[in-house]
T-cell receptor, first 117, second 115 residues
Framework: DAGVIQSPRHEVTEMGQEVTLRCKPI?????LFWYRQTMMRGLELLIY????????DSGMPEDRFSAKMPNASFSTLKIQPSEPRDSAVYFC???????????????FGSGTRLTVV | GEDVEQSLFLSVREGDSSVINCTYT??????LYWYKQEPGAGLQLLTYIFSNMDMKQDQRLTVLLNKKDKHLSLRIADTQTGDSAIYFCAFSGARPGNAGNMLTFGGGTRLMVKP
């Protein structure tokens, strides 16, 4: 497996524009997580899905953020409208649903570095 | 829920040993992990330890678990400049009100290795 795939790797956009970040989890993994990382706040969990269903979105900063998982192999995180304070690195991670999958922990993607100017 | 604390920074000289510490509150975790994040990259699993173990050694890495004090540490022997990274401890266990394979991460310790 190629691992967790995120795109794009870098995104620069103007304030007010819509931004869509994409993630392909590892095939067969039941859980998908979106994280945001900044120097000030560290690693923050935004939302996670189990079997394509959003379970906990309490970490989503505000209504400008939305996430979907239309099928087991694809998820998006959308920011509309974007603001400079959304500048961060956004990570996607996945893990299988069996207890034995805990042996391997989460697999993280390489992240999307978002800059809103 | 799990509260996890790590110191923010650690600076060592090349060749010295590094010890990165983590304290936690929830003792029910089965797996305890150390992740490494190199500049510009995602987090990668470095090693893990079962909760019924006190120590695990893997080449230059030694993980120590003190369940009584709820303290997890990662020792890197003969630290190299390539070890410069952010190190995260993480713990398995369900978040309150939810089930499943959830991990809780510490805030990360930035290790700087000076030549």
């Amino acid at each position: 497996d190629a691992g967790v795939i995120q795109s794009p790797r870098h995104e620069v956009t103007e304030m007010g524009q819509e931004v869509t970040l994409r993630c392909k989890p590892i095939s067969g993994h039941d859980y998908l997580f979106w994280y945001r990382q900044t120097m000030m706040r560290g690693l923050e969990l935004l939302i996670y899905f189990n079997n394509n269903v959003p379970i906990d979105d309490s970490g989503m900063p505000e209504d400008r953020f939305s996430a979907k998982m239309p099928n087991a192999s694809f998820s998006t995180l959308k920011i509309q409208p974007s603001e400079p304070r959304d500048s961060a690195v956004y990570f996607c991670a996945s893990i299988g649903g069996g207890f034995g999958d805990l042996l391997y922990g989460y697999t993280f993607g390489s992240g999307t570095r978002l800059t809103v100017v | 829920g799990e509260d996890v604390e790590q110191s923010l920074f650690l600076s060592v000289r090349e060749g010295d040993s590094s010890v990165i510490n983590c304290t936690y509150t929830d003792s029910s975790s089965t797996y305890l992990y150390w992740y490494k994040q190199e500049p510009g990259a995602g987090l990668q699993l470095l090693t893990y330890i079962f909760s019924n173990m006190d120590m695990k050694q893997d080449q230059r890495l030694t993980v120590l678990l003190n369940k009584k004090d709820k303290h997890l540490s990662l020792r890197i022997a003969d630290t190299q400049t390539g070890d410069s990274a952010i190190y995260f401890c993480a713990f398995s266990g369900a978040r309150p009100g939810n089930a499943g394979n959830m991990l809780t991460f510490g805030g990360g310790t930035r290790l700087m290795v000076k030549p």
